[in-house]
Nanobody, 115 residues
Framework: QVQLVESGGGLVQAGGSLRLSCAAS????????MGWYRQVPGKQRELVAT???????NYADSVKGRFTTSRDSAKNTVYLQMNSLKPEDTAVYYC?????????WGQGTQVTVSS
């Protein structure tokens, strides 16, 4: 079992920046993919960004050029640097990790962007 603990959410004005972090508990397996999803009430959880163990990244079109994900594999930690935040980025952000065919989720951290 892998536990994911997020930190770094909060309230920021439009145009501002936030950095999210997610640390995975020690795993004896390689974490294939780590990343971030977000969800607003009444909508499905959506992909924000992912990064593989090899460093390949994938971003939602809505965040390309504004968000950057990175990973410290030695620490089993993934980061999400969010710049030029918009009110529509307001959501609960969930950390995600995939090991083989198993998916793991963090508890979520609220990001609120005021206009």
């Amino acid at each position: 079992q892998v536990q994911l603990v997020e930190s770094g959410g909060g309230l920021v004005q439009a145009g501002g920046s936030l950095r999210l972090s997610c640390a995975a508990s020690r795993s004896s397996f390689i974490i294939d993919v780590m990343g971030w999803y977000r969800q607003v009430p009444g909508k499905q959880r959506e992909l924000v960004a992912t990064i593989t163990s090899g460093g390949t990244t994938n971003y939602a079109d809505s965040v390309k050029g504004r968000f950057t994900t990175s990973r410290d594999s030695a620490k089993n930690t993934v980061y999400l640097q969010m710049n030029s935040l918009k009110p529509e980025d307001t959501a609960v952000y969930y950390c995600y990790a995939r090991i083989s065919l198993n998916a793991y989720w963090g508890q979520g951290t609220q990001v609120t962007v005021s206009s």
